[in-house]
């Protein structure tokens, strides 16, 4: 299925998973940025900005879920694969096996917390849920959600891939990408 490892590993899928991570990390900055002009407005001018809380509260959710399909890509969840990996040096069709059955846990695990935040993105969406206080300031949970639902078809997605490289024929262990290193 050439579909699968030439869409997903270079085509769009590849591509909408490393947008999302340079979009989380950007918003990284921008949160840096309002936290630190909210300090400075405090401690100046006695002058904090309303929200600042309620906005880096969403903000850690909606970084952490952009960014989760890119750190399974990349092999940067946190993890324990010293036994893992001995097991592929010495008994390939054990290694094989138990990366099919990793990498389908986390293809379950995030269906389950897909199947909670769906409802979840609908009735905050349904019932205009804000966080904050009326008068002061109020922002909407919804866009939040859906970044949960977004963040969570990817890594599931990405899950799915790796599963697949591991039962193919002929296939390997997906490949940890590394940084290039810093000169």
């Not at 490393?18 to 909210?38: K, T, Y």
Request: proline residues 5%.
């Amino acid at each position: 299925m050439p579909f699968v490892s030439g869409t997903f590993e270079k085509g769009w899928f590849n591509k909408l998973v490393s947008s999302l991570n340079a979009l989380g990390s950007v918003w990284i900055f921008l949160v840096m940025l309002l936290i630190n002009a909210d300090a400075f407005g405090r401690t100046v001018f006695a002058a904090p900005i309303d929200g600042v809380i309620e906005i880096v509260e969403l903000s850690l959710v909606g970084i952490v879920f952009l960014q989760l399909g890119d750190a399974t890509r990349r092999g940067r969840l946190t993890r324990s694969d010293g036994f893992f990996n001995l097991v592929g040096r010495h008994h390939r069709g054990l290694h094989r096996f138990m990366g099919v059955l990793f990498d389908g846990l986390g293809v379950l695990f995030m269906g389950i917390i897909l199947y909670g935040s769906v409802p979840l993105l609908i009735e905050s969406y349904e019932n205009d849920y804000y966080v904050g206080n009326e008068g002061v300031f109020t922002a909407p949970v919804w866009p939040v959600n859906t970044i949960i639902v977004l963040g969570c078809v990817v890594t599931l997605l990405q899950f799915l891939v790796f599963a697949y490289r591991y039962v193919i024929p002929g296939g390997s262990a997906p490949a940890q990408q590394q940084d290039p290193p810093i000169s």
